[in-house]
């Protein structure tokens, strides 16, 4: 027993140890083959290493073999004798592994439910040797199989090695015995590092033997001991010998060959691919790895001829083809980041260009360009700078969103429908291109329309010439202008209602030139009808009740002949002068037939008697206004309020939106919805009015400006989305874009990786990878295989045929997914590997290939020879060792003619006396009778056999006196075995 912690070992010779290896080109090759190894019957076999402290950083890795995995098998038990705490364990058991650090309350099959243990599962094969190792540090404790990550335990207790005791090979419960959890199985090249050993370090030497004067190693025991040795030496320094226990020891080694220039390499062919290391097997824990091997495309050289490339794709040409490449174009951002993986001038951080590329791969081709529209596409390539709906090359405003083909058209200097022209609906007087509302002279008269009286009739203006009209055409602000002006108003009398300004309109004024007579003016016994009444007389006297009051008439009598000329001044019915009876007599005696009387048109009748008092053509008897002549049937009616054609109609075929009887012309109200002309903003639609209900269109009905109101706007656009011929402004109309809704859905979009049609094509896969070609790209395919099998349980998510239930087929492939590759065939080894594909069925250690028989393991190369009609050693000879009398190539021992006479007959078999003859053995007579058989005496009679005569000679078999006992052999005494005078 040796406690590291006291170790003689001088630093001097260590470092001179390592100073040689230095000198000499690195650490010594080993000089011995890998010949034997430990071997354990699963019975309480381990070895004692005694007390060993590498200390709590450390390593511990050795190559092992289960035979059997049935039962948990103690690979590494480090414990405290007596108290049974396991200051380090590591265990297996059917797939189950198991490792402890100052522990004495889990065992194994627990569920490590407490801070000293950790469990995992991590199957391995039996009868395959395996690789472990155990790397500890404070930070973590890492668990290796053949070089491979296994598991991780982070923050790990730290284990007591003080007083601990180092075994391999079984585990101790109490501290005192070790029959617990044996190993059935083989160990070799075992070692004990005193740091916690980095994978790339464990991959560089697990395959090759040591010297043991590697920095660091405490312990190596190699295992390669003669068979009948009790001790397993430490290769180190340090000389922690191992001593057998119990059945414990060394056979024939499954693990390695003999020495090579590298020193010992594995044996067997780990991954079964019939190709070992030495055979050129440049990774022997992959199957698919050997040389020769059809080449895939990915990181493994699977023909082992050094060349990941092999002719595929390698768009940068370095070492790895692109399938395999974590960056194909050779950029420095990795293909996973890099959005351009085989454009190398593309990758994260690169110099960004205005162009349609995302060089710097940020998702966005604007960066610091100019992006007009906020479209995320910079306008040196935005085809629709604005977004406006309309391409840059026929948008007349590129960068204005509100100027476009088919935009609708404002009064302004814009011409925002591009169609070259301002004005479109609008009202331009003088027809010179811009509309009134931005014309600063509309009626192109020279005068701006800031001091045009009339800015829209190009006849008024100032210094314009003056007509006697009501225009002020010079724009002056008088209307008179050096024309008549009886009353000195501002009105000439060519358009003064009231010339002598007396109040009486000329059209009723009697003397429209005088101011002092007037309808209603105070009258006066005269000549003159001052009130405009038609009479003289009014309140004064009149004799003759003529027009004229006595003080001015001279004829009194009425009879119209002055009374100095009146004939009959007393009669008043007859006298010059008199009054003119409406009739056919001239009363008056002056030969006129008017007169006095009424006669409006001045005709030779006075109205009393004239059919037409006006004169117009319209008898009085239909004539609405038969002293007007401009009032008749048939007059042109004009837009005035005055019913001049007779017809009881103001409108006639003038307008009337509203039918009130009133012509739009003079109606303040044109289409009858109560709100005044000056205010509607369609006059002539009573449909259209401020507060009317807004209806999703064109129009707007309300007079607020405003079409969209309450109506959806999903752009912003001031266009409700219900005459949006593009509702989400993205620049897909409507009638193509798969979601008028979503600005981010149009036909130009990057199709992206999901559930939505992006670009619009009815295709979720484009250029993405669709396994099964359902239409559904695997990114969001839930199985992507199409098997049925959803990729979460699916063990081949990428393979049709590998689906939990489907029909399992003799191969290394799990179909069915049920983690058993045997299923229903045979399995003559037991070791989860179909015959079919297993290249050792019967587990015997020698591939089929070269088994004679491959389904029994107990015929093989090299197996112990019987005699019997079995080739138990497959050499093709049954014979071997055994005698074969005839050379027959059939032992004697199983052939019914061994001698060269003959056999069953009267002559002899074997002897010199006579067998199978007359005398004795299958004959008439007997064997076993009072003559003899093969020797002097007798054989299976009253005598005995293997007693002081002999047995098939002439002296003794297998001793001086006797065979097997001290008696006799199948005689009527005894057969002892194992006495004092016995054989064996």
């Known amino acids: 027993m040796h406690d590291l912690s006291q170790a003689q070992v001088p630093l001097s010779t260590v470092f001179v140890l390592a100073l040689c290896a230095t000198l000499l080109g690195g650490l010594p090759t080993v000089t011995h083959a890998q010949g034997n190894a430990a071997y354990f019957d699963g019975s309480a076999d381990y070895i004692d290493f005694g007390q060993l402290n590498p200390g709590t950083s450390f390593t511990a890795e050795t190559w092992v073999q289960f035979n059997t995995v049935t039962s948990w098998n103690t690979v590494f038990e480090v414990v405290q004798l007596g108290s049974g705490l396991n200051s380090f364990y590591v265990g297996y058991n059917q797939g189950d592994w198991e490792v402890e650090l100052n522990d004495d309350s889990v065992w194994e099959g627990d569920s490590c439910n407490e801070g000293n243990a950790t469990c995992f599962s991590s199957a391995v094969s039996p009868l395959t040797p395996h690789h472990l190792a155990v790397s500890r540090s404070d930070a973590e404790l890492v668990f290796y199989i053949n070089g491979n990550l296994i598991m991780t335990w982070p923050s790990p207790p730290a284990p007591t090695f003080g007083t601990a005791t180092w075994t391999m090979g079984a585990d101790t419960d109490n501290g005192t015995d070790f029959t617990s959890d044996p190993l059935h199985g083989y160990l070799a090249e075992a070692r004990v590092w005193n740091y916690a050993r980095t994978q790339s370090e464990i991959l560089s030497t697990m395959n090759y033997g040591l010297t043991g004067l590697e920095p660091g190693i405490v ?5 390669n001991e003669a068979l009948t040795s009790p001790i397993a030496n430490d290769s180190t320094p340090n000389g922690w010998t ?9 056979l024939p080694s499954p693990f390695w060959s003999t020495p090579s220039v590298g020193g010992d390499i594995p044996e067997m062919d780990f991954d079964q691919d019939g190709y070992r290391p030495i055979d050129g097997d440049c990774d022997d824990a992959e199957a698919t790895a050997y040389p020769g091997a059809p080449e895939s495309c990915d990181a493994v050289d699977s023909n082992c001829d050094g060349d990941l490339v092999d002719g595929d794709l390698n768009s940068d040409g370095d070492s790895l083809p692109d399938c395999a490449d974590p960056d194909n174009d050779n950029d420095g951002d990795p293909d996973v980041t890099d959005c351009a993986d085989l454009d190398a001038t593309i990758y994260t951080g690169a110099p960004e260009l205005c162009d349609a590329i995302d060089s710097n791969c940020d998702g966005e081709l604007v960066d610091a360009f100019a992006d007009q529209d906020g479209d995320d596409e910079p306008d040196c390539i935005d085809e629709d700078d604005d977004g406006d709906g309309d391409p840059d090359t026929t948008d007349c405003a590129q960068w204005n969103p509100l100027v476009y083909a088919g935009a609708t058209e404002q009064c302004d200097a814009v011409d925002a429908d591009c169609d070259g022209s301002l004005v479109d609906e609008d009202i331009d007087t003088d027809g010179d291109g811009d509309p009134d509302c931005i014309d600063e002279d509309d009626d192109d008269d020279g005068d701006p329309d800031s001091t045009d009286c009339g800015p829209v009739n190009s006849s008024r203006y100032t210094g314009a010439p003056e007509l006697c009209d009501g225009v002020d055409s010079n724009c002056n602000g008088d209307l008179v202008d050096g024309a008549s002006n009886i009353d000195g108003d501002t009105l000439p009398d060519c358009i003064d209602d009231d010339n002598d300004n007396d109040g009486d309109p000329d059209i009723t004024d009697c003397a429209d030139l ?40 001279d004829d009194d009598d009425g009879d ?52 037409d008092d006006d004169n117009d053509g319209d008898p009085d008897s239909t004539d609405c206004g038969p002293l007007d002549a401009t009032q008749y049937d048939g007059a042109d009616e004009l837009c005035d309020g005055v019913d001049s054609d007779c017809d009881g109609d103001l409108v ?20 009858g919805d109560i709100y005044p002309d000056a205010v509607d903003c369609a006059p002539l639609d009573s449909a259209i009015h401020p507060g009317a209900t807004e209806f999703c269109d064109n129009t707007d009905s309300d007079c607020d ?22 509702d989400d402004g993205d620049g897909d109309p409507d009638t193509t874009d798969c979601d008028p809704s979503d600005p981010t859905q149009h036909a130009l979009a990057p199709e992206l990786c999901d559930e939505v049609d992006s670009d619009c094509d009815g295709d979720l896969v484009d250029d993405h990878l669709d396994t099964d070609s359902d239409l559904t790209p695997d990114c969001i395919d839930n199985d992507d295989d199409g098997d049925g099998d959803p990729d979460s349980t699916d063990c081949g998510p990428l393979d049709a045929t590998r689906y939990a239930g489907a029909v399992e087929q003799c191969d290394a492939t799990d179909s069915n997914c049920n ?24 587990g015997d250690l020698y591939p089929d290939v070269v088994d004679c028989d491959p389904l029994d393991d107990s015929i093989y190369p090299g197996a112990p020879e019987a005699c019997d009609t079995v080739d138990s050693d497959c050499d093709g000879d049954l014979t071997d060792e055994a005698p074969d009398s005839d050379g027959d190539g059939v032992p004697d021992c199983i052939d019914d003619d061994d001698d060269s006479g003959d056999d069953d007959d009267s002559g002899d078999d074997d002897d010199d006396s006579g067998d199978d003859d007359t005398t004795d053995d299958d004959d008439t007579t007997d064997d076993d009778d009072t003559t003899d058989d093969d020797d002097t005496t007798n054989d299976g009679d009253s005598g005995d056999d293997g007693d002081s005569g ?14 097997d006992d001290s008696g006799d052999d199948d005689d009527s005494t005894v057969d002892d075995d194992d006495d004092s005078g016995d054989d064996d």
């Open 219 to 223: 312990a190596l025991w190699t295992m």
């Open 242 to 250: 191992g001593t057998l226990q119990g059945d414990t020891h060394f």
């Open 514 to 553: 005088d101011s002092t007579i007037y309808t209603g003016a105070t009258e006066a016994c005269d000549l003159l009808d001052s009130n405009c009444d038609g009479e003289y007389v009014d309140g004064f006297a009149n004799l003759d009740g003529d027009l004229w009051p006595d003080c001015v008439d």
């Open 560 to 611: 119209g002949d002055p009374d100095t000329t009146d004939c009959a001044a007393d009669n008043s019915s007859i006298y010059g002068g008199a009054p003119e009876q409406c009739d056919s007599v001239d009363s008056d005696c002056d030969g006129d037939l008017v007169d006095g009387f009424a006669n409006a048109d001045g005709d030779a009748y006075p109205n009393c008697m004239d059919d």
């Open 652 to 671: 006639d075929g003038a307008d009337d939106t509203d039918s009130d009887g009133y012509p739009d012309c003079i109606d303040t109200d044109s289409d």
């Open 705 to 726: 400006g405003d079409l969209v109101d309450g109506y959806s706007d999903l752009d912003g656009d001031d266009e409700p989305d219900c005459i949006d011929e593009d």
């Open 819 to 842: 983690g058993d590759l045997v299923d229903g065939y045979d399995d003559t080894d037991s070791d989860n590997l179909p015959d079919c594909i297993d290249t050792d069925s019967d």
């Open 950 to 963: 002999d047995d098939d000679d002439s002296g003794d078999d297998d001793d001086s006196g006797d065979d």
